[in-house]
């Protein structure tokens, strides 16, 4: 098997799956006991969130983080949770016009809730900042833009959108969905100035069903499920210890410069490859994106349909996101600009560190035949 949807989801790592075994059968006592074994729970849940506080990039490493179920419960938690603690401010939220599902269905039901929902476009794979200087205002009281995109890999420039949110809407709470960018990228997350981060376990190889919210110390967030006082009273429900343990194996192992390095390398090797072998290929390649992902325009081939030809040879890609693959739609290629026939045939390959040269050989020389036979076939 070639494994290249690493956006989709990770490989857990030995020493998580480790780890989370451990917790299971070991330290499976419940944070919230008072005695000593939930004690030892509890440390265990120190340990994860300092570490991934760290990693986040985060000065103070104690608290600002609550585990969640994923990506998707942060991103939910960060913007309900976010309106709910600012029930008397504005109306008006903005999102940027590529966010994942967890994201865009979030700001299609705000504009039922009868909230003032705008979206930014970020062509190219960049945020329209005269747009949002026109907009922002002090009916702004939330802006979410996600860090990376799952689809075509392009960072958004988060920091500058910060600056513009400091000068027109100070009030306003800023929220990045960094899910694809913890752990693959050299900058420091919590420097772009963003109020709530989202991160995700499975994404870095930890199990699935573990993630976080970053909540910058003073920023309000009230929950949204009921229950008990766990979390800081934002996220109640007993802590999934054995995933939460894993999560901090996987985000050890992971952050490591060296992975950035190796999967560079990959990236360069494909494109280049690409470029030299099967010109015919458009790469949507934004000016600042994340090496671990690589949209490829196909001349007219459905993706579904090069999809099922990798998929038989045993190379695993995908066509964009896999939340939305059932019901496939190209909202965020046609808001990065691509037409909709493009966005028909377009792929996405998505490495992590453990990828070889010789995968990318082998993916090259069935992508090719995909496209002969495919091609011949029409
Ligand atoms: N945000 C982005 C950018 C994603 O790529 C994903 C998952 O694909 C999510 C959020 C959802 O994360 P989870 O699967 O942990 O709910």
Redesign the pocket.
Same mark, same amino acid.
């Given at each position: 098997m070639i494994y290249l949807d690493n956006? #989709?989801?990770t490989k857990v790592s030995d020493a998580a799956a480790n780890k989370a075994f451990e917790i299971m059968t070991k330290t499976f006592g419940n944070p919230s006991s008072v005695h000593d074994f939930g004690y030892e729970s509890e440390k265990v849940l120190k340990s994860a969130r300092k570490a991934i506080l760290s990693h986040l990039g985060s000065i103070r490493r104690d608290d600002e983080l609550v585990f969640t179920?994923?990506?998707?419960?942060a991103?939910n938690l960060a913007v309900f949770g976010a309106l709910a603690a600012k029930k008397h401010g504005g109306k008006t939220v903005f999102f940027s016009d590529s966010e994942?599902a967890?994201?865009y269905n979030i700001s299609k039901k705000l504009e039922k809730d009868g909230y003032n929902v705008k979206y930014i476009a970020t062509k190219g794979g960049k945020i329209d900042f005269d747009y949002c200087e026109k907009e922002f205002s002090k009916d702004t009281v939330l802006i979410s833009c996600?860090y #990376?995109?799952?689809e075509t890999g392009t960072i958004y420039d988060i920091k500058k959108l910060d600056t513009l949110r400091k000068k027109l809407c100070p009030q306003a709470v800023l929220h990045t969905?960094a899910?694809?960018a913890f752990g693959k990228t050299k900058e420091n997350l919590c420097s772009c100035g963003a109020d709530l981060i989202?991160v995700?376990?499975?994404?870095i190889h930890a199990p699935?069903?573990i993630?976080a919210l970053y909540i910058k110390s003073g920023v309000r967030i009230l929950p949204i499920l009921i229950g008990g006082g766990q979390e800081k009273d934002i996220r109640p429900g007993t802590e999934a210890l054995p995933s939460i343990a894993a999560f901090e194996v996987a985000a050890n192992e992971v952050f490591n410069l060296k992975n950035i390095l190796k999967v560079e390398k990959l990236n360069s090797y494909l494109t280049e490859k690409l470029e030299a072998q099967l010109p015919q290929i458009k790469i949507n390649k934004p000016e600042n994106s994340l090496p671990y992902v690589v949209s490829l325009s196909l001349p007219a081939i459905k993706s579904e349909v090069m999809l099922r030809f990798l998929s038989a040879k045993g190379i695993y890609i995908s066509a964009g996101?896999?939340?939305t693959s059932k019901h496939r739609e190209n909202r965020v290629l046609s808001a990065f600009g691509l037409d909709s026939k493009s966005a028909d045939c377009t792929i996405r390959v998505s490495f992590c560190e453990d990828n070889t040269f010789e995968e990318i050989d082998t993916f090259l020389k069935e992508l090719e035949n995909g496209i002969n036979s495919l091609i011949s076939l029409k």
């Open positions: 956006a #989709a989801t179920s994923g990506g998707t419960e991103n994942h967890s994201v996600m #990376a995109n799952n969905d899910v694809q989202s995700s376990g499975h994404k699935k069903g993630g996101s896999a939340c």
